[in-house]
């Protein structure tokens, strides 16, 4: 317990963000290069204080295909920013979905001590460390295939019951909770998911369109957004290069409405509606930045 007063109150020097956006518009590569600081227009560096300190776990397939030519070639860096750490578990993720048995756990745990590893680093070694989810539709689309096993014709149904869905919340909120200990940063990256473009619904409900939602199915893919501190969503302008470069302009919308995300976030008050530099935004926030990678002349200013 850590005794405060509404003067001195602060949650966390660390973030814990959701950071969803549509399929297909380099959510990882975005995430990964602004947490480096390696985007041409970030100006003050990266999140992290050295590239080793920031851990990615992959669960989709080529998660972070081109992501060394994109931070060499398009952003110009040399190969020293590439050296961050990668926790691939797309093996895992594999071999639950080729399992013959249903309550498999073998993700789950492989998953939990990679996140005990990452915080012992970050608590031994010092420095900001960032951690981030490649993504959390891939990490959920595996441990409910775990939970469910395989397809079966004898077996009808989805192969969920209500006690598997109580522990496929069970594991996401376990996940969560030990992702977003308070020794380093932690985003998780989310796929945007609009729903049947077709409706029953009538009048009003059935104008208004699919409505969005969380690629992750549950009850903790419902409540994930109330149980971060930062919600962003993605945005690409596609063909609108930045200056001399061939890297589309990508920005954290701070004003993302959607189905899935509540209004009145405090944090927006700090931040502009569009902010392309994430280790800004986290200054702005009062947040721990590393500054990787930042000219030593320059200031970090708030505008």
């Known amino acids: 317990m ?9 949650s966390a020097e660390y973030a814990k963000v959701l950071a969803a956006a549509d399929a297909k518009i ?63 578990h797309q093996d ?7 399992s ?20 012992a680093r970050a608590v031994k070694e010092g420095g900001v460390h960032a951690l981030l989810f490649s993504s959390l539709t891939g990490l959920s689309e595996g441990m409910l295939r775990a939970l469910a096993g395989p397809p079966s014709e004898e077996r009808k149904g989805a192969g969920m019951d209500p006690a598997k869905w109580s522990e496929f919340a069970r594991q996401l909120i376990d996940v969560r909770n030990y992702g977003q200990v308070d020794t380093h940063h932690c985003i998780w990256e989310a796929h945007i998911d609009r729903g049947s473009q077709f409706s029953m619904k009538k009048n009003d409900e059935a104008d208004a369109g699919p409505r969005e939602s969380l690629h992750v199915p549950g009850s903790a893919g419902r409540s994930w957004s109330f149980n971060v501190e930062q919600v962003f969503r993605i945005r690409r302008d596609f063909g609108d290069t ?19 995300i509540s209004g009145g976030r405090g944090f927006t008050e700090a931040l502009k509606a569009r902010e392309p530099d994430l280790t800004l935004a986290f200054h ?14 320059k200031k970090v200013v708030s505008k």
């Open 2 to 10: 850590d005794e405060q007063t509404g003067n001195n109150y602060t």
């Open 284 to 297: 702005k926030l009062g947040l721990k930045i590393g500054r990787f990678g930042a000219a030593k002349a």
């Open 92 to 98: 895992e993720w594999k071999r639950v979905s080729h």
């Open 26 to 88: 380099g959510k990882t590569t975005f995430l990964v290069a602004s947490l480096l600081g390696a985007l041409p227009w970030q100006r003050f560096g990266g999140v992290v204080d050295r590239p080793r300190h920031l851990h990615v776990l992959t669960f989709d397939a080529n998660a972070l295909g081109g992501i060394k030519r994109f931070i060499t070639n398009s952003c110009g860096k040399d190969t020293s920013y590439c050296d961050f750490r990668v926790y691939n």
């Open 242 to 260: 930045f200056e001399k470069t061939n890297v589309d302009m990508t920005y954290l919308d701070t004003r993302p409405s959607a189905d899935f």
């Open 100 to 119: 013959k048995e249903d309550w498999n756990y073998d993700l789950y745990n492989a998953v939990v001590n990679t996140l005990s590893t990452v915080s």
